[in-house]
């Protein structure tokens, strides 16, 4: 995907292990932090939810680790990017709203029970391991062996096909397909999506929707899930779970879209962001 802003500029942070995070910024107003995640860097997960926001916020678009302008490191676990996204946030150096999408979402709960610096905090159907259930994992670990399959014979955009499969609707896969863009984006950072699946699979270390840490979210919360998602039961039951452990969190539906939506429809994404995000954000100023 990609964006119509014409001006663009650069921001610079360094993560606890001295990973340089680059941003996108775009627009004016107050700081937004938008996190995107897997199979994406900043500008292709957002680049059409942007011109949406740019008028009322300053858009920051990191690209984490592995992706984009930024570094790569070894280290691709969910800790790691959580760290990521905290730098961004902290060096920004006034309180910022932080959006995140998917696994953007899952490690913008962790940034955001890690610093004071959120002020508003929306995910978009982030994924909860703490509740998948036994037949989803096995769907997911197919389309993991299928990646690290298409990664070793060197046929990356064969590999793409059951993730995408996976979590896109049918509407959503095929307007994937059919963007030449989108799908070398994707096919870009299969070796950094592998290594963050196969630790998502594993499920060790410090988790980033782990009740203790979702309790110490204290900014006012928006939880986003859209009515056509594939793999329902699951992000549906994660969205849930975030909002029984996060005080006070609110939870939307968006009629009408999937996983992606902020990339296929993102007008009607934007339509529940920019209230909440606009009311929020000033009540902390």
Same mark, same amino acid.
């Given at each position: ?21 680059? /941003?996108?910024?775009? @627009? ?6 938008? &996190?995107?995640? /897997? #199979? ?8 059409? =939810? ?36 905290? /730098? #961004? ?6 309180? &910022?709203?932080? &959006? @995140? ?8 709960? @962790? !940034? ?29 670990? %197919?389309?993991?062996?299928? =990646?690290? /399959? @298409? ?19 049918? %509407?959503?896969?095929? !307007? ?19 290594? %963050? ?24 919360? =928006?939880? =986003? ?29 968006? #009629?009408? #879209? ?28």
């Amino acid at each position: 995907m990609t964006t119509n802003i014409l001006t663009d500029q650069r921001h610079r942070a360094v993560s606890v292990d001295g990973t340089q995070i680059v /941003a996108r910024v775009y @627009g004016e107003g107050p700081p937004l932090v938008l &996190v995107h995640g /897997a #199979v994406a860097d900043g500008l292709s997960e957002w680049g059409e =939810l942007v011109p949406l926001l740019a008028d009322r916020f300053t858009c920051y678009l990191p690209d984490l680790r592995g992706r984009g302008l930024s570094d790569d490191h070894p280290d691709h676990t969910r800790e790691a990017r959580v760290q990521d996204v905290v /730098a #961004v946030v902290e060096s920004i150096g006034e309180q &910022v709203g932080l &959006v @995140g999408a998917s696994g953007g979402g899952m490690v913008a709960l @962790g !940034a955001a029970a890690r610093t004071d610096a959120v002020s508003a905090l929306s995910v978009f159907e982030p994924p909860v391991f703490e509740t998948i259930d036994a037949d989803t994992l096995a769907r997911f670990q %197919e389309a993991v062996d299928a =990646l690290a /399959a @298409g990664i070793e014979a060197d046929r990356p955009h064969e590999a793409i096909g059951p993730f995408v499969e996976l979590i896109a609707n049918e %509407e959503e896969a095929a !307007a994937l397909a059919a963007d030449g863009d989108a799908m070398d984006d994707i096919a870009a950072y299969l070796p950094a999506d592998l290594a %963050e699946f196969r630790e998502g699979i594993a499920f060790e270390g410090p988790s980033p929707t782990a009740p203790d840490v979702l309790a110490r979210i204290q900014v006012p919360t =928006l939880l =986003l899930h859209g009515s056509r998602t594939a793999l329902r039961s699951w992000l549906l039951s994660g969205t849930r779970f975030v909002a029984c452990h996060v005080p006070g969190a609110t939870v939307r539906e968006i #009629v009408g #879209v999937g996983h992606v939506g902020h990339q296929i429809a993102p007008e009607r994404v934007a339509d529940e962001l920019v209230p909440f995000l606009e009311q929020a954000m000033v009540a902390r100023r």
